[in-house]
């Protein structure tokens, strides 16, 4: 079902006074009594808020409707939003780009179903601005297994020292950057500090979270020095993060009067759809599926932090399940017996094996079977008896694993001619691709990575080549890039994903001279990647 929203669309009618010194109440205190419904429509949330609070004469009975009570999440948050959303060129541009792709908002709603209402809580609680609620459309457009070139990982799209700071988890079992309950909470935590820390700003927490807290810094003691003001809007940013924190705010903008633009907000029930519940210790994901009668798939949708076939052993110890589905759930889990909860396969320790070569045979980790075997450290002999945890079905019965997702990544055809590759010791992605004639961009999307990402002896590689390659039906668009302090035509390739030689070829450079802040680079960029 599709609602267009008005801006704000309840007050009720009571007996009593409401103070009239102008200040809008905080919603979530406001005590419900007796209450008239009135629609408004056609009219932005200021417009209301002024016509109801700061009128000539503000009515004294009239106060907001709860806005837990409403039907559609969207009206929620639309309810809340106080940001001001000026009608600069940057916002009307990327508020055109919105109001023009209808079917990416359409996309956004879909994925954000499950866990917008999680989120909007969580921002209640802390009584933050609910324009936050928004800033995943702008990271990731909701989807938690997005993956940056700058390898940011999640819906909330954590670099990893970032996301370690913040107390998000991330090894062979489980990456905490793509939990969406706990990458929540440490967005969150991040976004409180950076306002805290930032002049009490909020837009100028946002340009952190972009840019980095030692960029925008920087930015403000440089006006203050200046004797300037030290607002978002007056500091002097790099081009991407004067375009991200527009990009917020032409949604904020969209969600205020979205009649205005034509747009409709595909409606989400304002009510809980998921839960979290207690696992107390490791399970194989199509185990804790078949409890609770969903598809292996589905579990890990609601799961995406979870590498591998099973829980990582030293936790988290908890599983998103719908709200529907837990108490069952929790029942059956524990007429379970902890033994159950994974299949164990006995291993005889052959030459030449290592922990690490059965670890990787058996898609497991060192530590589990080091620590289900008690094993004091990882010399192993042979003839020496192991017990290996395994998984309860096929491997690619984990649609939504790492190594199922590399896989799929591998296998979408992109040339006529698919070859196979394995890792050296000291191999880069730049040696590989120019001694197989493809370029690193090419090589780092067939098979599901970033240009950035370690490489590991063993690993497998796949390249494509032939008439029907990804590179002859590439979407190009050509960017006019103005060369930053510090650039180098390496760093620039890798930001852009396109090679040196290709930068070279394009602005007739000459390699004996260094390049120039200022200087105006052409580039060919391959929009249809990510």
Known sequence: MLFKISAVMLVALLSGCVGTTGSVPEITEIIKKKTTSVKLSGASAEDIANRLWLGDNPPEQLVPLDATELEDLWQRIQLQLTFNVPQTRPIVEQRNFYSQHQSLLDRVSNRAQPFLYYIVQELEKRNMPLELALLPIVESAFDPFAYSHARASGMWQFMPATGKRFGLKQNFWYDGRRDVVESTRAALDYLQYLHDTLEHDWLNAIAAYNAGEGRIGRAILANKKRRLPTDFWSLDLPAETTVYVPKLLALVDILKRPDDFDIVWKFIANEPKITIVPIDGQIDLAIAADLAELSVAELQALNPGFNQWATDPEGPHQLVL?????????????????????????YTV???DSLGKIASKYQTSIDAIGRLNKLSGNTIHIGQHLLIPVSAQAANSYELSKRNRIAKAQNRPAGSIKTEYIVKSGDTLWDISRASKVTVADLAKWNGMVQRDPLKPGQKLVMWHGSDSNISSAITRTVNYKVRKGDSLARIAQRFSVSVAEIIKWNDINTEQ??????QLKLIVNVTQV
């Open 514 to 519: 260094y390049l120039q802040p200022g200087e």
């Open 350 to 352: 052959n030459a030449g």
């Open 322 to 346: 719908p709200l529907a589905k837990a108490d069952n759930f929790s029942k059956l889990l524990a007429q379970t017996p902890v033994a159950d909860r994974l299949q164990w396969q006995s």
